[in-house]
């Protein structure tokens, strides 16, 4: 049974169903703490329209988080975005990079523009420059037509660079050109175009030992982490959980048109004990999950994944 702060905490988050047949009605300290002035009840159970909903969640640009973590977060993107040309975002996978990134685009004076983004990890070495730079026909074998990349598809907005650790070195050359001139050259052209990009870029790898094993430029990664931010991992904004775990159960549970109104303490317990190596997308994986198999309207133990039930054995 959970402690009345976390009881009230997944109750107020829409996470856990109550009503006056609850057993933690049995605790006064509930009672009195739960029951905050004004809060309606309909025939002496909870009315659970009353609740705080997901969507009232502390959310900045589309992030939500009131963790002092988070907050801090905030306040340096906010700080940062209207100012910024280039910025290196780090973190463990899962962490919601992406989502930092797009809110340096959405609070930039460009956020009318493109907002591009190029997975560097998905890309063939061979096609790195044209598909960034573009290329003029002609250029090489295929070159069939001019085509303009992705830095001039994103003039007047940003181009969000995800894994930019699996760049290669060659490409990392002329993209730190770009950076520090503002100017693209394609592929087989005889002159550069100018261009206005602000570039996010983000990694997962620790970007100094790749430097040292001389897999990524010691100069692109000054030029590019004169703003550099970090995204957290889950284990360092737990205080997170609740919000999250309710933004994921209405999401999932209009997506699968299920009537979920919560988890059960049990569920709670276990996933407030679970160490999140996955991080945000890990729980958002668990949710859904969860909203697949339940055939009730709560979620219960044997709705999570196998790997969770049995270390809880």
Known sequence: MLNTKAACISINTGRMPL??????????????????????????????????????????AGIIGRSPAMQELFSLIGRMAPHYRSVLVTGPTGTGKDLIARAFHQLSPVAQGRYVVLNCSAVVESLFESELFGHVKGSFTGANHDKPGLFEYADGGTLFLDEIGDMPLTTQAKLLRVLQNQEVQRVGALSPRKVDVRVVAATN??????????????????????????????????????????????????????????????????????????NVRELENVIGHALIMATGNTIELQDLPAYLTSTSK
């Open 19 to 60: 009503s006056s047949d609850s057993p933690y009605f049995e605790s006064r300290e509930f009672r009195e703490t739960w029951r905050a002035p004004g809060r309606p009840s309909v025939g002496g159970r909870t009315n659970l329209a009353s609740f705080p909903k997901a969507a009232d969640a502390p959310a900045f």
């Open 205 to 278: 790898q620790p970007l100094p030992r790749l430097i040292a094993c001389r897999k990524f430029r010691e100069d692109l990664f000054y030029r590019l982490s004169m703003i550099a931010v970090k995204s957290p991992p889950l284990v360092e904004r737990t205080g997170d959980l609740p919000l999250l775990e309710a933004h994921f159960l209405q999401r999932f549970a209009a997506q699968y048109k299920k009537n979920i109104r919560g988890m059960s303490p049990a569920v709670i317990s276990r996933l407030a004990a679970h160490t999140w190596p996955g």
